[in-house]
């Protein structure tokens, strides 16, 4: 492992999402300085990552260390494909106009936040996919090509910028704290209904192991490498939220058959999916390793968290 400097300035866009609300407790914990970075009057600094000319005049006169992109434009997870494209632009044009900000800082090094999915939707089958395999293919679809290609250029543009020292982590699914009260008051109702997997899985990856894995990026991160970030038992998108509802003393979601889901075009394409992954190379290179081996424990731990 390589470690670089500690107490390092940190400005992270997306500071006030869910994931970002964790990296900042987590970094802040390790000695870091974090300052946000968004369209919320409440960040450090204040401007909305679409807009280029407003971004470089926020952050004129900062300096920082490094810069994470970890913002999103979702509030909610997303069903249909649309639900998608402002998320997908923010990773295409704002993470251009984020790596000429952190130019401009002086940070030397951008770290992103990407997605498993990067690898392609569909059948993986059982062999674990590592960060050798090819990342960002194209979609077998238009609809599927505009998100790929959108993790694609993400990481290309954090991997390819002069000057910047760029680590992308592939995360799987998250749940914990802030990401999995959304699907309690649906189980609650009832409303939440899921095909059976059929040996579809997937990985996952609870929010505060996700943000540990961020401070080791940060701290330790090779440049221009990309990691994969998951816990050690994935599982079909059923299974899960079968796990959510045990954990929380709710009913199991009503069992549906999967062509149902079609109109919920991009729900449908992710639990039509499988896809394991390997983090041998997270565990080896960044010394890091989920602390929730699973939804078991890390459900269990929210919900005693709750009480």
Request: proline fraction near 6%; glycine fraction near 10%.
């Amino acid at each position: 492992m390589t470690t670089i400097q500690k107490n390092q300035s940190v400005l992270l866009a997306g500071a006030s999402g869910v994931l970002g609300r964790h990296i900042t407790h987590v970094l802040t914990e390790a000695g870091h300085k974090v300052t946000g970075l968004g369209r919320s009057r409440n960040n450090g600094v204040s401007a909305d990552l679409m807009d280029r000319d407003a971004l470089l005049r926020a952050v004129d006169g900062h300096h920082f260390d490094t810069v994470i992109h970890a913002a999103t434009a979702l509030r909610k997870p997303p069903v249909r494909d649309r639900d998608m494209h402002a998320t997908d632009a923010l990773r295409t044009e704002g993470t251009a106009h984020l790596v000429e900000a952190a130019r401009l800082t002086g940070a030397r090094r951008f770290v992103v936040e990407s997605m498993v999915f990067g690898y392609g939707y569909g059948d993986h089958g059982d062999r674990p996919v590592t960060e050798g395999d090819p990342f960002g293919p194209q979609g077998t679809t238009p609809r599927l090509e505009r998100h790929i290609a959108a993790m694609r250029t993400k990481e290309r543009l954090a991997f390819e910028s002069e000057a910047l020292d760029g680590v992308a982590l592939r995360f799987g699914l998250f749940y914990g704290p802030g990401g999995t009260d959304a699907l309690l008051p649906l189980l609650r109702k009832r409303q939440l209904p899921m095909p059976a997997d059929h040996g579809r899985v997937l990985p996952w990856v609870e929010l505060t192991d996700a943000a540990r894995a961020v401070v080791a990026a940060v701290e330790r991160g090779r440049p221009g490498q990309a990691y994969n970030i998951a816990d050690r038992t994935p599982l079909g998108f059923r299974a899960h939220v079968e796990s959510v509802a045990g954990a929380f003393g709710l009913p199991k979601p009503m069992t549906v058959p999967l062509w149902l889901m079609k109109p919920m075009s991009y729900a449908h394409t992710v639990m039509s999916s499988r896809l394991r992954v390997s983090c041998a190379k997270a565990e080896h290179e960044l010394g890091w390793t989920p602390r929730y081996p699973s939804s078991l424990e890390g459900l269990a731990a929210l919900r005693s968290a709750d009480r």
